[in-house]
């Protein structure tokens, strides 16, 4: 079975524009939730969706988006890029059936801002 | 809200030798605990999870953790380290009802084991 996908893996941008992240969970996962990885403030939740709603979203700010399509796929969008936006961002699968599962995490997307 | 601390930012240990990593969580409801590992350049894999059940986990590579309530840890440990082990660890937390699909990471240990 085939794992998360990201891509791409690694985007360079300049501050102001916008960005796309796409993310493919592993087929059957309805579940698909995102992280920002710095060195500074570690790991944080960004934001999760299922059946195309966004269920539980993290303290970001509104520049910060997402959304999910009918075949689980999804993709975050970045506007107004600011240096501090420069991370990795990862997203993860899981089954989303009411419960706490697992979740399988893509390689990430390398994201530098100049 | 939960929050995890990971009481080592870095653990140098030699190879063959035990280790345990440290992670203490604090939630106001019962939650459920995860340590995934990431090597240079790549995503998370999870190395062991507790959902419910035992309190001692078992999960891939020789690693384990105990799931203790009282203290709210969730220490994960290996009897005999590999060079390969050097990576970072972290410990996540997710709550469930309202808050299925979010974790919440401690700020991880970086593991060096030496030759």
Known sequence: ?114 | AQSVTQLDSQVPVFEEAPVELRCNYSSSVSVYLFWYVQYPNQGLQLLLKYLSGSTLVKGINGFEAEFNKSQTSFHLRKPSVHISDTAEYFCAVEAGGTSYGKLTFGQGTILTVHP
């Open chain 1, 1 to 114: 079975k085939a794992g998360v996908t990201q891509t791409p893996r690694y985007l360079i941008k300049t501050r102001g524009q916008q960005v796309t992240l796409s993310c493919s969970p592993i087929s059957g996962h309805r579940s698909v939730s995102w992280y920002q990885q710095t060195p500074g403030q570690g790991l944080q939740f960004l934001f999760e969706y299922f059946s195309e709603t966004q269920r539980n979203k993290g303290n970001f700010p509104g520049r910060f988006s997402g959304r999910q399509f009918s075949n689980s796929r999804s993709e975050m969008n970045v506007s107004t890029l600011e240096l501090g936006d420069s991370a990795l961002y990862l997203c993860a699968s899981s089954l989303g059936q009411g419960r706490v599962d697992e979740q399988f995490f893509g390689p990430g997307t390398r994201l530098t801002v100049l």
